[in-house]
């Protein structure tokens, strides 16, 4: 009796083996496509894909509030006794103000994420950079602008929304290097200026 039952059970433990068998293929594939998904995305987000390579916060620099936006790479800053105006150090976006040339693709962009970045009040840092020119020929002040740990320059280079820009190659700026490996990523995954984004 107990060797028929087995023979009878047999067909229904090759059964159970196979949909084993077949369910841990199909968990085993569902769990390798979404990893392959999420790291699809990872690397296709610009916070994330420049997160590594973001420049860290100064030690030294000097505290101030937002005035105003002039522009993508322009601002008006005080730090409670006297204003000054500071052109972004190391970056150039394109241009909606200047009365020689007509707004360029993506100035309107850049100056209203200039501007959702450093509204009216905010506190930042403003760092110089020894080995560069302190102003430029308007009297602006060249420096880097940090809000908390977000350096703005950096920030519009990671989004498409600026070139970096160095004045003198012989003389490269304190972050040149990751400056111009955040406008490649932009280049690269089409961003702002580098793709269809201010077209539409």
Known sequence: MWIVLLLLL???????????????VVVFTTVVV????GLW????????????SAPRPP?????????RVVDGDTIVVTDGATRATV????????EVKDRRTAVQLCGPQAS???????????RV????????????????????????????NHTLLAEGLARSYVFDPARPGRYTDQFIA?????????????????RR
């Open 34 to 37: 979404a990893f392959g998904v």
């Open 125 to 152: 840092l403003i760092e110089s950079d020894a080995t560069q020119d302190q102003s430029d020929r308007y009297g602006r002040a060249l420096a880097y602008v940090w809000r908390g740990e977000i350096l703005v």
């Open 10 to 24: 047999r067909p229904v433990r090759r059964l159970f083996v196979r949909a084993s068998r077949a369910l841990f």
């Open 112 to 122: 209203a994420r200039t501007a959702a970045l450093l509204p009216s009040g905010t």
């Open 182 to 198: 955040a406008e490649a990523d932009a280049r690269n995954h089409q961003r702002g200026i580098w793709g269809q984004e201010c």
């Open 59 to 67: 030690t030294a620099a000097a505290d101030a509030r937002v005035v």
């Open 41 to 52: 995305m990872m690397r296709n987000d610009p916070a994330v894909t420049t997160a590594s």
């Open 87 to 94: 052109r972004l150090l190391g970056i150039d976006t394109p």
